[in-house]
């Protein structure tokens, strides 16, 4: 008993991601499409043991397929998962272009599993961003305990989160400090090679940027619209792994020893902290890690109620591939994929 899958931008870090995690987590597939751009077609990805040729998004008829993961971008996302949800599927995005939609639910399974109850309204299920979704993960079990007040949060994001071509810049300028020479950037605004960049997305009219936006917007729509969050998104030198320096205050009393056993217990959390110079996770040590790690909880002095957290995921996991099959996979378990094959 199995479903037929397609995983739109199948040539992509993420698409491909997707793939490997399907197969990792044994979801039930019967029939696997790969698909992308007409340029890509009869290029192969690996599905496990098979070599798959991609197919021409254009050209594909979704009427033949049970769930769409799809990540192919927001200007591609706008256009077609309201053309691929109407076919019949149901749609995972992976963009932004319907996170923010009433009728679309925006899911970490960890979070808000029951949103998925209005899938069907459109047949489109939105993904976070990537930094979201691991802040999320870890602020849900807190606001339940001693309900969430205000968060700042500074991110420290990975050159993944910008795709190949943020990987790729990252790398070539390495390369060329230390043996080409100096390469202008492309990708990023300024350098990223042994620097930060204060910037990701585009500027608002307040002087934040979108990127910025999505965090606190998502937030609210997942968890509770009167949290007050203020952010600072930061693009590091790292290859894969986003990190988040949380600052958390709470409408009632939550000490670091509570906080860090209500983490211990929660879903998709893995508590790393002790007092010594290694008891911390690093984006290394997450990468290719399903959960999101919570390292450096202690108290914060200056409020009546308040904590710090050091969170730390590998983005193109939790961020973005891995939470899109667990969708999968609650729509799964709640029987909420209508055309399954025998």
Request: aromatic share 6%; with cysteine; charged share 25%.
């Amino acid at each position: 008993m199995g479903y037929r899958v397609a995983v739109v931008g199948a040539t992509g870090n993420v698409g491909r991601e997707m793939m490997n995690i399907l197969e990792e987590l044994k979801f039930p597939v019967d029939k696997m499409h790969a698909i992308a751009s007409r340029k890509s077609i009869g290029v192969e990805v690996d599905f496990g043991p098979h070599r798959i040729k991609c197919e021409d998004l254009e050209q594909f008829d979704f009427s033949t397929v049970d769930i769409v993961l799809m990540s192919a971008g927001g200007s591609i996302s706008k256009v077609w998962s309201p053309k691929i949800g109407a076919a019949g599927p149901i749609v995972i995005d992976n963009s932004s272009a319907f996170r923010m939609d009433p009728d679309v639910p925006l899911i970490v399974p960890e979070v808000n599993p029951d949103d998925v109850s209005y899938a069907h309204k459109k047949n489109i299920i939105a993904n976070p961003n990537c930094s979201t979704a691991q802040l999320v993960v870890a602020l849900k079990p807190l606001h339940d305990a001693a309900k969430i007040k205000r968060v700042v949060v500074s991110t420290y994001q990975s050159v993944s989160g910008a795709g190949k071509e943020g990987m790729d810049e990252l790398w070539d300028q390495t390369k060329g400090i230390f043996v080409l020479g100096p390469s202008e950037p492309k990708k990023f605004p300024k350098q990223i090679a042994f620097n930060v960049i204060p910037f990701i997305g585009s500027f608002n009219d307040d002087g934040y940027t979108d990127e910025e936006a999505k965090m606190w917007n998502e937030v609210h729509k997942m968890i509770d619209p009167d949290i007050a969050l203020t952010v600072t998104c930061v693009r590091v030198p790292v290859m894969v792994g986003h990190s988040e320096c949380v600052n958390i205050e709470f409408h009632n009393a939550l000490d670091d020893d509570d906080a860090r056993e209500i983490l211990r217990d929660a879903p998709g959390v893995m508590v790393i902290d002790s007092r010594d110079d290694k008891g911390y996770i690093t984006p290394k040590e997450a990468q290719g890690e399903h959960a999101v790690f919570v390292s450096r909880i202690r108290n914060d002095p200056t409020v009546k109620h308040g904590l710090n957290l050091w969170v730390v995921s590998d983005n193109l996991r939790k961020g973005a591939a891995l939470n899109a099959v667990q969708i999968a996979e609650l729509l799964h378990e709640r029987g909420l994929i209508h055309r399954e094959l025998a």
